[in-house]
Each structure stands twice: as structure tokens, then as C-alpha cells.
């Protein structure tokens, strides 16, 4: 699995980039990473995934250290970090992209070719990173699934190691992460049972995984989640998807909500934001239902308070995260210029945006 340590003199870093100029320092950040001095181990960590997954930017450095980071995941100093880096230069830093489906999958041209070049570097590492599912360590399993869930061409390979730790009575957070693995590898025959009483990572993960046509029973199970998830479930850090945000969770799930249940997913975000505060995914979720629902509803069919909020919601979110509006416009197929967009909006007797 992936290149030893000792072969990285063979690679020319210095002709390579990242975030912060050459990548001659690479090399040396990977040798303490894989190291067992654990203070620079963290630190090596740090310096890595900022200058190989940049703000999710990722460089031709990036792909080139993929296969050295694999292979040092047999350090225990390493195992959890390593893979933890490997999903993030498969996919970028923020899993609100990424949910249900990974945009570097799809191979499109218009997508920058360093990250494309890193999902494959990544993805060619697969069969070695499987085995990290069977660790005695939870940590390990978790940050395991949650890199192998990027990969869903992989599925034939994870799914069977995945269903071994769900049978095996695993810890609340292994159980949710290894539910949404499964979910976003496709796995739809594992959510064919009921929806249990409050049980939101089995109905989250069965919304994503069934999202072409989700029963009702789950959408509603996922609305109720949205509105009673109490504050102290608001954050758990034992689940690597949105850095243990479940709100955030439970947000990009709802953006996959069929369109006559879009108004009760936009509410049941609105309240959850007003409960959470500040909150990136729930934002990014919002936007993506009311713009859905601009493209596809005319005016008349919105109330005033609706219209309100389809116009100011884009407008604090412009401000806020400015890549939000255009990447969601963009993924929505809606044009992600201001005077296009303002024109299909008019013709809707819809508010247009600043």
C-alpha cells in the first residue's frame, strides 16, 4: 500500500507547488508526520493539510504526496490523521460540497485538474485503506469510512468490511458514521426497514442513500430531527462528517428532500438556524431549497413571508460566504450571473437579489 517514506528523495518536490510556494518541505513534514515524536507528528499535520488543502484548493503536490501518506498509515502516531488527510485531498476541506455526491466523480473539464488529479491519487489507494475498517481502534474505523465514502466506484470493496462493523454492535458515533458511509456508497437495500423512533443517523443516511425517491416516512423522520435535535446533540466530534456538526449533517441531507416537501425542509432549517446560530450548512441548505424552489415555482405560489426570505437569505449568505450563492446556483443549473439570474427571477414574479 502507497510509497515508503524512503522513497521520497525520488520525487523532485521542488518542481512541485502547494498553498505557500514549492514543495520542498513536503518531504520533510511527511518523514515527521511518520515519525514518533507525536508534538511534531501534530504540528507536521497541521502544516500539511494547510498547504496541500488549502481553504479545499488542492495543488499538484497534493496528488504527489497521496501515495507516502498511504503508506505510513501503519504508524499509530499516523493512522487517524493520515486517513483523515486523504479524504480531505480527495475532496476538499468542507464536506457541504462533497454530500451526496462528490463533484470530482463526475470528471467534469471545468472542475481544477490538481483536485481531480488528487480524488484519483486517492482513489487508486482504496484497496489499502479497506482494511482500516477491520481496526480494533474506533477512531481508525471512523476516519476510515468516512474517507472511503468519497469513493462510491469503490462500493463492490468497502460496502462488506462496512457491514461487518455495523453487525458488530459499534459505538453510537461508529455506528452514524459507518450509516452514512454506507449511504453515500450507495447502499440502498440497507435502509429498506423502517425508519426507528428517533433514530436520526439511520434516517439521515437513508434519506441520502435513497434520495431519488425517499419515502415519506424517512423525509419526515429527518424534519423531526431538524426541529427536537436537542443542543447538547448539536455537536459531536466523534463523527467526522462536518467536523461533528449534526446540524450541518442534517442540513445537507434535507437539500436532498423531493420537491413537494422543499418548504417543510426550508422552515424546519430556518428554526434549526435560530436555534444553532451561525451555521454554514444550514445556510448552504437554505439556499439551495429556496433557489430549487425559484426555478421550479411561480410567485404566485410563494407567500410574502417566502418571498422575504428568498430575497434576503442569498443576500446575507453573498456576504457571508461569497463563493455560497454562485457554486449553489451553479449546481443548481440556474445562471450565476447577477442580471441572468434577476431575469429568470422576475419572469417568476420572484424578488431578485442586489
Known sequence: MGRPLSELDAVDWSALH???????????????????????????????????????????????????????LENPLADVPGLILLGRLAT?????????????????????????????AVRREVPGLVGFLGDGDPYVVRAAAWALSWFPEEAGAVLPPLHDVLSSAPLPATRTTCLLAAALLGDRALFSLPVPDGDWPYATAALLALRDDPPAAVVDAVLDAARTLPKHAFQDDDIPYFYGDVPGVLASALRCAPAARRREA??????????????????????????EEAAATPGAHLSPLERAHLAA?????????????????????????????????????????P
Open 92 to 120: 476538499g476541506d468542507d464536506d457541504q460540497w462533497s454530500l451526496p455526491r462528490p463533484a470530482e466523480i463526475s470528471g467534469d473539464p471545468d472542475l481544477d485538474p490538481d483536485a481531480l488529479a488528487a480524488y484519483e
Open 18 to 72: 502547494h498553498a505557500y510556494g514549492d514543495a520542498s518541505d513536503v518531504p520533510g513534514l511527511l518523514r515527521a508526520l511518520g515519525g514518533t515524536d507525536e508534538e511534531a507528528a501534530e504540528e507536521a499535520f497541521g502544516a500539511l493539510f494547510a498547504a496541500l488543502c488549502h481553504q479545499g484548493s488542492r495543488f499538484d503536490a497534493s496528488a504527489a504526496a497521496v501515495p507516502f501518506l498511504a503508506g505510513l
Open 266 to 291: 426550508a422552515v424546519a432549517l430556518t428554526r434549526l438556524r435560530q436555534r444553532t446560530g451561525h451555521s454554514f450548512p444550514i445556510d448552504a441548505g437554505l439556499v439551495h431549497l429556496l433557489l
Open 313 to 353: 437569505l442569498p443576500r446575507h449568505a453573498a456576504h457571508a460566504y461569497p463563493g455560497l450563492l454562485p457554486h449553489a446556483l451553479h449546481s443548481l443549473g440556474l445562471p450565476d450571473a447577477f442580471p441572468d439570474l434577476a431575469s429568470l427571477l422576475a419572469s417568476r414574479g420572484l424578488p431578485s437579489f
